[in-house]
């Protein structure tokens, strides 16, 4: 009976200590630059919910393609239907693990890298993506910036429009998460 109770204890205790090492959004923006001779273009993602597993790395990245926020409603209109098809290619995601260890219980900024799948419209590419992740208390802050190529993930821009849609373009992560309570 003893072996039976301590083996219930210490199964919860482990699920306890799991539930504790899961991190949440508080806030997180994802924004996309597109440089280009006749026009610059932004637009930004503040709907984004990232989770982040601290016990092994694993982090993801789960974002409505319609989230994104332009300066002009026309420009986000010609996002979303001619080139992301955003009904057809409602998500765009990111899964990967951390490459390095990192002890979540010290305070302290880390450069680190991530492996994993970055889909974006139907597409899958294995991308590695350095950035900085920050511990502070029971905040992790993750910051990175990197260059999508459209042909990669089959987005198409029709010749006439290179001058104003770059062929690569530069997304930046900034996400705040917090500790999941136990």
């Not at 994993?116 to 990175?144: F, N, P, Q």
Request: charged letters at 25%; glycine letters at 4%; a positive charge.
């Amino acid at each position: 009976m003893k072996k039976l109770l301590l083996s219930a204890a210490l199964v919860l205790a482990a699920f306890g200590i799991s539930k504790a090492q899961i991190y949440m959004s508080k806030s997180c923006e994802i924004s996309f630059f597109s440089s280009a001779p006749l026009e610059n273009i932004t637009a930004v993602d503040k709907t984004t919910k990232p989770l982040l597993n601290a016990a092994n790395g694993q982090v993801l990245f789960k974002m409505t393609i319609k989230g994104f926020m332009f300066e002009k409603e026309l420009m986000r209109e010609h996002f979303n239907e001619n080139y992301m098809e955003s009904d057809k290619y409602p998500y765009a995601e990111f899964k990967g693990n951390i490459n390095e260890k990192i002890d979540y219980t010290k305070d302290g900024t880390y450069d680190v890298t991530v492996t994993g799948k970055l889909t974006i419209h139907g597409v899958e590419k294995e991308r590695t993506i350095k950035g900085k992740l920050t511990v502070k208390g029971k905040e992790v802050s993750i910051d990175c910036k990197f260059n999508v190529a459209l042909k990669d993930h089959n987005i198409t821009v029709p010749e006439l429009m290179f001058q104003k849609i770059a062929e690569s373009v530069e997304v930046t992560v900034k996400a705040t998460l917090v500790q999941k309570e136990k």
